[in-house]
């Protein structure tokens, strides 16, 4: 059962995680602006992401425009893009084959098969979270290498966004949860769910049943 109670922790964390990959991917506030101290109150702040870029007013207006052209577009983004669809794809073959070969599913027979299958799974969710760290840290390392870098203008220095913190959150839910359905790995392959059988029903003398052989 203690193998059996890792597989499904493992396998909610992993679930978590790749919904926040997707979200985090989905967002557009990978980068925001900057609030430096001249420009403190400002009419209306930048949100870029992977696939658009917004403008907020200060009265709450939102405009956003998706990037029409891919090749038009620098090479963090393009990596960026295609990093986090890898890790959605990932993810969904990951949760697939978790789910085939868990304990509690009946998909495969009993057998190593069913139990390595579990570790594929596993494997798989820390690919996942490896190829979303990846644009993170490089989104990261570029606001923060231009914020503090004196030739940038003030204007187009930015901040990091809400993406990138919901994306290490999800990194981390992603290699947690895959080292926990790694470790969940039965050599035996047996079922960590016990099955009772009920005893044969034996007519007692007078034809009728005897209620001690039920379970």
């Known amino acids: 059962m203690a193998s059996a109670a890792l597989e ?3 396998l909610g964390l992993c679930v978590l995680g790749w919904m926040g990959v997707i979200l985090a991917s989905a967002l557009p506030m990978w980068k925001v602006t900057a609030f430096m101290d001249h420009n403190i109150v400002v009419a209306q702040s930048t949100w870029e ?3 658009m870029t917004c403008v907020v007013q200060s009265t709450g207006q939102m405009q956003c425009k998706v990037f029409e052209s891919l090749l038009a577009l620098n090479k963090e983004l393009q ?3 295609a990093l986090t669809v890898l890790a959605s794809i990932l993810g969904l ?3 697939l084959v978790t789910v085939v070969g ?4 009946n998909c495969v027979r009993e057998g190593k098969v069913k139990s390595w299958l579990v570790v594929i799974g596993g494997v798989a969710f820390i690919l996942c979270g490896l190829l ?3 644009p993170l840290c490089w989104f990261a390392n570029i606001i923060i290498r231009d914020f503090y870098n004196p030739t940038v203008d003030p204007s187009k220095k930015r901040e990091m966004g809400a993406s990138l913190y919901i994306g290490w959150a999800a990194t981390a839910l992603l290699l947690l949860g895959g080292a926990l359905l790694c470790c969940s790995c039965n050599p035996r392959g047996e079922n960590a769910f016990p099955v009772k059988y009920s005893a044969p029903r034996r007519p007692t003398s007078n034809g009728e049943y005897d209620k ?3 379970v």
């Open 8 to 10: 499904i922790l493992g």
């Open 49 to 51: 992401g992977l696939w």
């Open 79 to 81: 990596t960026g893009r």
């Open 93 to 95: 073959i990951g949760l």
């Open 102 to 105: 868990a304990q509690c599913t």
């Open 132 to 134: 979303l760290l990846i």
């Open 212 to 214: 001690k052989n039920y």
